[in-house]
């Protein structure tokens, strides 16, 4: 059963974007490799993912690829 199949199917897209994201997010990691994260999030979801990254762990690195100028000024 992947993730795709167990998620609800009455979540918005960006919801199931929001549950994909962290999902991924959930597992440790030393380097986070993130392209376009903000894409089909909402505000308040894009708000928490700056908040969540602007809380990264001590030796964690994050590169982001976005063209949401506010995630990268907020991050």
Known sequence: LSLHDALPIWLSGGQLQFLRLWACLAVPADLILLD???NNLD???VAYLADWL????????IVIVSHDH???DDV
């Open 36 to 38: 376009e994260p903000t």
């Open 54 to 61: 602007g809380r990264a762990h001590s030796g964690q690195g």
């Open 70 to 72: 506010g995630l990268i």
């Open 43 to 45: 505000r308040a979801g």
